[in-house]
């Protein structure tokens, strides 16, 4: 437990130096400045709250690495933006898909990761005591996430006009909002399913690691 314990600032700080380096590098030139700074800007964000946090409420490993994998995809989209990744063009070949996917991916993490932030906080919270109502509300929260986000895609669109284009990554498909979201849900759904008996085994560690 103690060894857990330890090993949580260790992975905070290798996690947060992967991602700087990571947004250093994809911001010396971006495919267009713009939308490199919307697309990477929730791991910009993300970052010093993990840090003004680390003692107050440290996450569980599972989290910390889920959340510094969601900042890799982000900030690979916004150096290319989402229709241009190279990983996205080299799946439509392998998968023969009529787009690039990697914009699926990035929603699919979307749902995932913050599913399992969701879940931590309810547990740890002590919000919710049924397990379906917490499921509930993770899926709940996960779609207003992923909502909020689509209505800032809307706003951007509003605002930028064709400027917008690369940001919002629809690539012709008049049903991309609704896919968006369908697959933030689908994500959040496989982080349940997958990962909770994980998460809690170290949720338990994390509140041991706390008590002693």
Same mark, same amino acid.
């Given at each position: 437990?103690?060894?857990?314990?330890?090993?949580?600032?260790?992975?905070?700080? &290798?996690?947060?130096?992967?991602?700087?380096? =990571?947004?250093?590098?994809?911001?010396?030139?971006?495919?267009?400045?713009?939308?490199?700074?919307?697309?990477?800007?929730?791991?910009?964000?993300?970052?010093?709250? %993990?840090? /003004?946090?680390?003692? @107050? *409420?440290? +996450?569980?490993?599972?989290?910390?690495?889920?959340?510094?994998?969601?900042?890799?995809?982000?900030?690979?989209? #916004?150096?290319?933006?989402?229709?241009?990744?190279?990983? #996205?063009?080299? %799946?439509? $070949?392998?998968?023969? +898909?009529?787009?690039?996917?990697?914009?699926?991916?990035?929603?699919?993490?979307?749902?995932?990761?913050?599913? +399992?932030?969701? @879940?931590?906080?309810?547990?740890?919270? =002590? *919000?919710?005591?049924?397990?379906?109502?917490? $499921?509930?509300?993770? %899926?709940? /929260?996960?779609?207003? !996430?992923?909502? &909020?986000? $689509?209505?800032? $895609?809307?706003? /951007?669109?509003? *605002?930028?006009?064709?400027?917008?284009?690369?940001?919002?990554?629809?690539?012709?498909?008049?049903?991309?909002?609704?896919?968006?979201?369908?697959?933030?849900?689908?994500?959040?759904?496989? =982080?349940?399913?997958? +990962?909770? @008996?994980?998460?809690?085994?170290? !949720?338990?560690? /994390?509140?041991?690691?706390?008590?002693?």
């Amino acid at each position: 437990m103690r060894a857990d314990s330890s090993r949580r600032p260790w992975l905070l700080a &290798s996690g947060t130096l992967v991602v700087l380096v =990571a947004l250093v590098v994809s911001g010396i030139d971006p495919y267009d400045r713009m939308t490199w700074v919307l697309e990477v800007a929730p791991a910009a964000i993300a970052l010093p709250i %993990l840090w /003004v946090t680390r003692e @107050r *409420f440290p +996450l569980t490993p599972l989290v910390y690495i889920g959340i510094f994998l969601h900042a890799l995809v982000l900030i690979y989209g #916004g150096a290319y933006t989402y229709a241009r990744v190279p990983l #996205g063009f080299e %799946l439509q $070949e392998w998968f023969d +898909l009529a787009r690039n996917p990697y914009d699926r991916i990035g929603h699919f993490c979307q749902g995932f990761v913050p599913a +399992l932030i969701t @879940r931590e906080i309810l547990i740890r919270g =002590a *919000f919710v005591r049924r397990r379906w109502m917490r $499921e509930f509300l993770v %899926l709940s /929260v996960v779609l207003a !996430i992923s909502a &909020s986000y $689509e209505l800032l $895609e809307w706003g /951007v669109a509003v *605002f930028a006009a064709d400027g917008a284009i690369d940001f919002l990554g629809t690539q012709g498909d008049p049903w991309d909002t609704q896919s968006d979201m369908f697959l933030a849900l689908i994500g959040a759904l496989a =982080a349940l399913v997958t +990962l909770s @008996r994980w998460q809690d085994c170290q !949720i338990r560690r /994390v509140a041991a690691a706390g008590e002693s």
